[in-house]
């Protein structure tokens, strides 16, 4: 009985935010100048494009799939290298949906300091795999079928757009919510506080290495955190799991191995793992 009161109460939580915040999100997509932060991503400015890229990646959030037809047309619109890692990084992981229901569930403090980290992270990265001469390890290819999207201010427009992404999103977080109830009603407070929420070290790197073949979406990750944190798990490990889990993974590896070379797609993953990892263990300093 606790496992279903468990289910619904987070269920029902997670279904007026998500719908809520979905809306508003492409609503304000809508008076959003692609034009104008496409000018910027060609400039020469480096941190002014990296900036721009975030911004990109922060309002048009992709899961780690879905990113790689936008990071194929910006390579063909010859869209410096190190700005485009920056995106490639950046738009899993820096969805403000999910951001607005970790502050909502993990508090207003773990959403600041995710966003800062990973976008910080995602520009340091990226422009570091160009500094190391990445931009030869991209392949020649070409993606049929993708069209940018042109968005206009409608509110017809802003809740076709808040249906399409509960069909494809909606389903992970109710998934989430129902594994989060089961972990809440079955599994032990002490096993999991006693395990994982220690400041052992290493539960960051393992958290960061064990995300990615897990495949778990940004989306259900965040009702899972909720219930692993409310059983005892340290917040470091779950934030380094997270971000692994969301950045990369088994199939986007097998799209990214299409267009990069065998040592790009490894700094890639080297790069994802980083960034969890380092992510984790300043958290553990907050």
């Known amino acids: 009985m606790d496992i279903i009161q468990s289910f619904l109460s987070i269920s029902l939580e997670l279904t007026i935010l998500f719908v809520a915040i979905s809306f508003l999100i492409h609503l304000i997509q809508g008076v959003i100048p692609y034009d104008k932060l496409n000018q910027y991503l060609k400039g020469k400015n480096v941190l002014a494009g990296s900036v721009m890229a975030l911004v990109i990646a922060f309002v ?19 869209i410096r290298f190190g700005i485009v890692m920056v995106f490639l990084f950046a738009s899993p992981v820096l969805d403000p949906t999910i951001i607005t229901l970790m502050a909502a569930l993990l508090g207003m403090k773990v959403a600041l300091a995710y966003t800062v ?16 001469g990445f931009a030869k390890s991209v392949k020649t290819v070409v993606v049929s079928g993708y069209k940018e999207k042109q968005t206009t201010f409608s509110l017809k ?9 509960m069909k494809s999103v909606y389903p992970f977080l109710i998934i989430g919510a129902a594994i989060g109830s089961m972990i ?9 506080s006693s395990v994982f929420g ?11 290495i064990i995300g990615i073949p897990l495949y778990i979406r940004l989306s259900a990750m965040i009702p ?7 059983k005892g798990m340290a917040i470091a490990p779950v934030m ?16 990214l191995n299409s267009i990069f070379k065998k040592r790009l797609v490894i700094a890639f ?8 990892t380092i992510s984790g263990f300043l958290f553990y300093m907050m």
Do not use: D, Y
Not at 157 to 165: D, G, I, S
Not at 198 to 208: C, T, Y
């Open 60 to 78: 048009t959030p992709f899961c780690s799939c879905s990113t790689i037809p936008v990071v194929v047309n910006l390579l063909h619109k010859q």
């Open 117 to 132: 980290m990973t976008s910080v992270l995602s520009m340091v990265i990226g422009l570091t795999l160009e500094k190391m």
């Open 157 to 165: 427009a802003a809740l076709q757009e808040t249906l399409v992404l």
């Open 184 to 192: 809440h009603g079955l599994v032990p407070t002490v096993w999991i």
């Open 198 to 208: 220690g400041n052992q070290w290493w539960l960051v790197p393992i958290a960061a």
């Open 224 to 230: 899972l955190s909720h219930i692993f944190v409310l």
């Open 240 to 255: 380094a799991l997270m971000i692994s889990s969301a950045g990369a993974s088994l199939p986007e590896l097998t799209l």
């Open 269 to 276: 993953v080297i790069s994802v793992i980083s960034m969890s």
